[in-house]
């Protein structure tokens, strides 16, 4: 039996389990696309159900909602081509899919590994699944709420200071907007990458104390290529996230291999 032919059957697994995944992110993103999200008052409380309406459907809801919350004071969002609003709500709905699939994703993605796992890296793999949706869903809320709001208005801020009336692009804001929501929601999984491996045996905690200073100038050098501007200023905003999550991946690290010791 050739090589191949061990590698096929593989490769078909692989195909079904990327399909799956696909299928799953491919149906939420119509979903927010042809339902709008209708309120309705049930004993007090403001509930939600969806109703066919593809003109204002959930993911314009949601572009709406990024206008009025992110976009600063005397910023006009516009389209200056015709599709660009049809095009940015593919965009927020597909990044919704995302998300929403995360645990379909790490499941078939896992279980497609799991025969070439030992037992001890596979236990690692299923104490991390939770706290990686967790945490990537932490970074997309702490970079929508508390980064993003302020570099639009900190880089808008120049043209104010200019008197002049700033036009952003639909495109240009929403693709401004899921950049940082996975960047941030990619980063975010730094202590988990750390655990992962370390507790697989792939290395140990003085690794990470040890090369402290490699990291460090790697997370700046990754916040200055996914800010948009030269200011310097912005470019923190990435940076000293990830450095926290570093030194708190590696105290993480340090302390269960203690717990491991003692035991």
């Known amino acids: 039996m050739s090589e191949l032919d061990n590698i096929y059957p593989h490769l078909q697994d692989l195909r079904k389990r990327v399909l799956r995944c696909a299928l799953s992110i491919g149906v939420i993103t119509i979903f927010l696309l042809t339902f709008h999200a209708a309120e309705i008052d049930f004993?007090?409380?403001t509930?939600?159900?969806?109703?066919?309406?593809?003109?204002?459907?959930?993911?314009a809801q949601i572009t709406n909602s990024m206008r009025a919350e992110l976009v600063p004071d005397k910023v006009q969002l516009i389209q200056t081509a015709p599709g660009q609003a049809f095009f940015?709500?593919?965009?927020?709905?597909?990044?919704v899919g995302i998300v929403a699939s995360v645990p379909i994703i790490i499941r078939e993605f896992a279980t497609f590994l799991k025969p070439a796992l030992k037992e001890r890296e596979i236990n690692v793999g299923r104490t991390i699944?939770?706290?990686?949706?967790?945490?990537?869903?932490?970074?997309?809320?702490?970079?929508?709420?508390?980064?993003?709001?302020?570099?639009?208005?900190?880089?808008?801020?120049?043209?104010?200071?200019?008197?002049?009336v700033t036009f952003l692009n639909i495109m240009d804001f929403v693709?401004?907007?899921?950049?940082?929501l996975l960047a941030f929601g990619i980063s975010f999984q730094l202590p988990l990458a750390m655990y992962a491996i370390s507790m697989s045996g792939m290395t140990d905690s003085k690794f990470w104390r040890r090369n402290l200073r490699y990291a460090i100038v790697a997370i700046v050098i990754f916040g200055a290529v996914i800010t948009p501007d030269g200011s310097g200023v912005t470019m923190w905003f990435i940076a000293?996230?990830?450095?926290?999550?570093?030194?708190?991946?590696?105290?993480?690290?340090?302390?269960?291999e203690r717990?491991?010791?003692?035991?």
């Open 88 to 95: 940015s709500q593919v965009y927020i709905a597909a990044l």
């Open 43 to 45: 004993l007090g409380t």
């Open 129 to 164: 699944t939770v706290p990686a949706i967790g945490l990537f869903i932490g970074g997309c809320i702490f970079s929508y709420t508390l980064v993003i709001p302020y570099i639009l208005d900190f880089l808008y801020k120049y043209g104010e200071s200019a008197g002049l």
């Open 47 to 59: 509930l939600y159900y969806p109703t066919p309406q593809p003109l204002d459907n959930i993911a």
């Open 259 to 263: 717990q491991t010791v003692k035991t």
């Open 175 to 180: 693709s401004f907007v899921l950049q940082f």
């Open 240 to 256: 000293v996230p990830m450095l926290a999550l570093y030194l708190a991946g590696m105290l993480v690290v340090e302390r269960k």
